[in-house]
DNA sequence: AGTTGCACCTGGCTGC
DNA sequence: TGCAGCCAGGTGCAAC
């Protein structure tokens, strides 16, 4: 599900939850999801406060007052509901019916809230680690550029790909690059950019390295549609929503993603969208004016 | 070192 | 209705 406008979503509507909160109990449902949960995982939460919850690319970040961090990948198919054990116990209007299938683990917190972490797949997972070494977490130390952070820029995209054969797909998924783009917003950030998901990565830098004007144009493009993507409430395909069960409303302003054969939203062009493959993956555009 | 392809897992949809 | 086949928002890892 997750990309990072969704991960963002989902950290904004867990922060009220659970910030300031004690952990009265964690149930761990079974033994492993991508990874095995870290040895007496729920026993080393209980009683914990959640001091503060933030997000890296597409990792949650949970601080918790006893110096270790919780840290929580939602994987494909990840998602977390609340809920509330106030009186007014109602979910947002189009909440879905509960599947538990693979209600996975169930945090009980001081408030009576319940946050419930659900994941089909089960490529999700998580961690709990030291604060002080998360920089040095063999799943963070390689991450790239936070896209919404201030160094994202022309001049970054161009050091970052310079020298770089394959293509701007694949050097825009490439977590060690920028970190937080998955299918979706790749192939919309580049459509906004008007380059071609073929296109060398390389090609952005000149030959002493300094950007292109393509290079200031997608590290602009990423940005507003991440921007405008997490200001949606994340993108709701299939069975991802927000923690409070309502839909996000991004995907209806995909202009390339999922809409094979469609018209090209780019005005005046007049081209088709076309589907196809690259690294395993799908990737959208519109071959007339992605160059 | 950079790049590519596979693997992990379940569920939903399509077409026969 | 049943079932095989394909596809899905991610990413670690082996192999070239």
Redesign the pocket.
């Known amino acids: 599900?997750?990309?990072l406008p969704?991960v963002e979503t989902v950290r904004r509507g867990l922060e009220p939850v659970m910030v300031g909160a004690r952990l009265v109990a964690v149930e761990q449902r079974r033994p492993d999801l991508?990874f095995p949960f870290p040895d007496a995982f729920s026993e080393r939460l209980a009683g914990r406060r959640i001091v503060a919850l933030g997000r890296r690319?597409?990792?949650l970040v949970a601080d918790l007052d006893d110096a270790n961090v919780l840290v929580m990948?939602?994987?494909?198919?990840g998602s977390f509901r609340v809920e509330s054990g106030g009186s007014e116990n109602s979910p947002a209007p189009g909440a879905p019916q509960k599947?538990t299938?693979?209600d996975h683990v169930v945090f009980a917190l001081s408030t009576g809230a319940r946050i419930i972490y659900n994941d089909?797949?089960?490529?999700g997972f998580m961690d709990l680690v030291p604060r002080d070494a998360l920089a040095a977490h063999?799943?963070f130390k390689?991450l790239g550029l936070e896209p919404l952070g201030n160094e994202l820029d022309g001049a970054a995209l161009a050091r970052l790909f310079a020298?770089?054969?394959?293509?701007l797909k694949?050097?825009l998924?490439?977590?060690t690059l920028v970190a937080g783009?998955?299918?979706?917003y790749v192939s919309e950030a580049l459509h906004r950019a008007g380059l071609s998901p073929r296109r060398a990565?390389?090609s952005l830098a000149r030959k002493d390295g300094t950007p292109t004007e393509r290079a200031h144009r997608l590290a602009k493009t990423i940005r507003e549609v991440l921007e405008e993507a997490v200001a949606a409430g994340?993108?709701?395909?299939?069975?991802?929503r927000q923690t409070n069960g309502a839909l996000?409303y991004f995907q209806h302003s995909f202009r390339v993603?999922?809409r094979e054969l469609g018209p090209c939203p780019t005005p005046g062009c007049g081209g088709i969208i076309r589907?196809i493959?690259q690294?395993?993956?799908?990737t959208f555009f519109c071959a007339a004016c992605q160059r």
């Open positions: 599900m997750p990309e969704e991508r690319a597409k990792y990948h939602l994987g494909m198919s599947n299938a693979h089909p797949r089960r490529f063999p799943l390689s020298g770089r054969t394959t293509s694949a050097a998924l490439d977590q783009l998955g299918n979706i990565a390389g994340g993108s709701s395909l299939r069975d991802h996000g993603y999922d589907r493959t690294s395993g993956r799908s």
